[in-house]
């Protein structure tokens, strides 16, 4: 698996023999391409922070306290993540169009990758929890500190990391989701959608072009990012998702 | 620090007496933290499921408008043809998407499992580089990663085209086009890091001296790894066939890509369906089968794990 992820690499650059940065422009040149790749950023951007915003409220409920059905709440977080895209895809679709008569675009599909993205937050945020030490801001009461304080000075500085994490690994998901976006677009063009069309249509040397980008900057970011930080540990005991 | 009599905005920003009194009871925190996602949830996620569910069992009448009448018109046209049971679209279709699912999922298994069991016990510099290679295609776009697969397979894919040009075969293989083992490859190697990672996680909390202890009192390798580490980590195992396995079931973009029209999973025929036709009573009714299939999956794992160690939420 290892030696076929590094040929995932070199078979988007076989088409290149002659080594010409050409591709490259007319790729970063082509406007309805770039235009699509701002939408994404931004879905993903607005997605993430709901998705975030919520998580971390939702993660101190499931950590800290006893509710009825909790376990309920618990599953029905996590099920975004485990529904297959097409089904998820369809019933927002279904949902959006038939049910509520709302137009798909833009915010349709912020909306449905909020939800995508909420299970990824939880599963990191609440997992951080879970071994964060209640003593310490026991200590910081008993020093005086009002729950505000203490929320403030103590328990955010150590979920911070956490909750970095779960907002990038949303904003991720939402960037690279395709079939999800694909159903809820409407007229909307994320990136997913627009490099699909490329490869039905066949227009490869900016298909290439933009793959070999994209590996790379990923490449550099993981890692810095596991160099930086603990990627590892919130992806192996977080359940990488 | 009251400063409600301020001008303006100062006086919409919450004052710390404010953020104190929000959250003095207990139901009021609990509200507060898990009442928005509630919310959202029910409404973005629940409200839609149902509202499929129960698309499934009415019917669209020339319009477009749905006729409020239960039916099982919808289920019925799932399998309605002239040809043999087995051999109608639909049905062949889910059959052929367990199928492919299920190899997918123990041939990861297969291939991850050494990998974790070595990644688990070694550690350190290996580790961070293996888990690198690992993660970078997990966190390169899903369709990039099936776009290189479907460079590399076909007639005139890349292995082809390599295999030719060394000159071992004289023509393209079949084994490397566009297929059903395509499929299978590709699938596999895009949920492989799930698989690996949920291994990686439960081998790693194994306590090695078991099965030290095991070897101590004479097992022989094979009937350690039977009687000790597989039982042990069977949560690990149940958890990431789970992964791979409903994911693999629901596949659209690589078998799109790596079928070329010769294979159709349920999920390229649903999608079909609605893209195109806006059948949704019958898009519907087939998602119904695979929410079903997903649910039963599900509760046959939690009879060996509890939803803590499915990821420690």
């Not at chain 1, 995932?8 to 290149?16: D, I, R």
């Not at chain 1, 599953?75 to 137009?103: C, E, K």
């Not at chain 2, 991850?112 to 293996?130: D, E, H, I, M, S």
């Not at chain 2, 690589?254 to 999920?267: A, D, R, S, Y």
């Amino acid at each position: 698996m290892m030696v076929l992820s590094f040929a995932v690499n070199s078979s988007t650059l076989f088409p290149f023999e002659g080594i010409t940065l050409a591709h490259y422009g007319a790729t970063f040149a082509d406007s309805g391409l770039m235009s699509s790749l701002a939408t994404s950023m931004a879905v993903a951007t607005v997605s993430a922070i709901i998705a975030t915003v919520l998580g971390v409220l939702a993660s101190m409920a499931l950590a800290r306290y006893e509710f009825p059905y909790r376990e309920l709440y618990r599953t029905l977080g996590i099920l975004p993540m485990i529904i297959p895209g097409v089904i998820f895809g369809i019933a927002m679709l279904i949902y959006f169009r038939t049910l509520l008569g709302v137009v798909p675009g833009f915010w349709t599909i912020v909306l449905t990758h909020s939800v995508y993205g909420l299970p990824f937050v939880l599963l990191i945020v609440t997992s951080r929890m879970y071994t964060f030490d209640e003593s310490l801001e026991e200590a910081a009461r008993d020093l005086g500190a009002d729950p505000v304080e203490t929320f403030v000075d103590v328990t955010f500085p150590v979920l911070a990391p956490a909750i970095g994490a779960g907002f990038l690994f949303a904003w991720i998901r939402s960037f690279e989701d395709f079939i999800r976006a694909f159903f809820v677009r409407g007229t909307a063009n994320v990136l997913t959608t627009s490099m699909f069309s490329m490869i039905k249509y066949g227009t490869a040397p900016k298909m290439n072009a933009i793959s070999t980008f994209i590996v790379f900057v990923v490449a550099v970011l993981l890692a810095v990012a596991m160099n930086a930080g603990d990627v590892t540990s919130y992806v192996a005991d977080g359940d990488g998702e | 620090m009251n400063e409600s009599s301020e001008s303006g905005w100062r006086s919409s920003v919450p004052s710390r007496a404010d953020l104190m009194a929000a959250f003095a009871t207990r139901r009021r925190r609990l509200g507060i933290t898990a009442g928005p996602a509630l919310i959202w949830l029910a409404l973005l996620l629940a409200a839609p499921l149902t509202f499929m569910v129960t698309v499934s069992f009415v019917s669209v009448d020339q319009s477009y408008q749905i006729v409020w009448e239960p039916t099982t018109a919808n289920y019925a046209a799932l399998f309605a043809g002239d040809t043999p049971l087995l051999q109608r679209a639909f049905v062949k279709s889910l059959l052929l998407s367990y199928a492919i699912a299920a190899v997918t999922t123990i041939l990861c298994l297969v291939l991850a499992f050494p990998l974790a069991y070595l990644l688990a016990r070694k550690g350190g510099r290996t580790f961070k580089v293996v888990i690198f290679l690992v993660l970078l295609p997990f966190f390169t776009m899903y369709l990039v990663r099936a776009y290189s697969w479907y460079l590399m397979f076909g007639p005139s894919g890349v292995i082809n085209a390599t295999l030719l040009r060394i000159g071992i075969v004289n023509s393209p293989i079949g084994l490397f086009n566009y297929g059903v083992s395509a499929i299978i490859v590709g699938l596999t190697h895009a949920y492989f890091p799930y698989m690996l990672l949920t291994l990686y996680a439960s081998l790693d909390g194994l306590d090695y001296s078991l099965v030290e202890a095991a070897r101590d009192l004479g097992a022989s390798r094979s009937e350690t790894l039977r009687d000790v580490i597989l039982p042990l980590t069977l949560p690990g195992i149940i958890s990431g066939s789970l992964f791979v396995f409903v994911p693999a079931l629901g596949a659209f973009v690589t078998p799109e890509f790596l079928g070329q029209g010769k294979v159709l999973m349920i999920g390229q025929l649903i999608k079909d369906r609605i893209s195109s036709l806006y059948a949704v009573g019958y898009g519907s009714a087939a998602s119904m089968f695979i929410v079903v299939s997903i649910v039963i999956a599900f509760v046959v794992a939690f009879r060996y794990v509890s939803i803590e160690d499915l990821g420690g939420v």
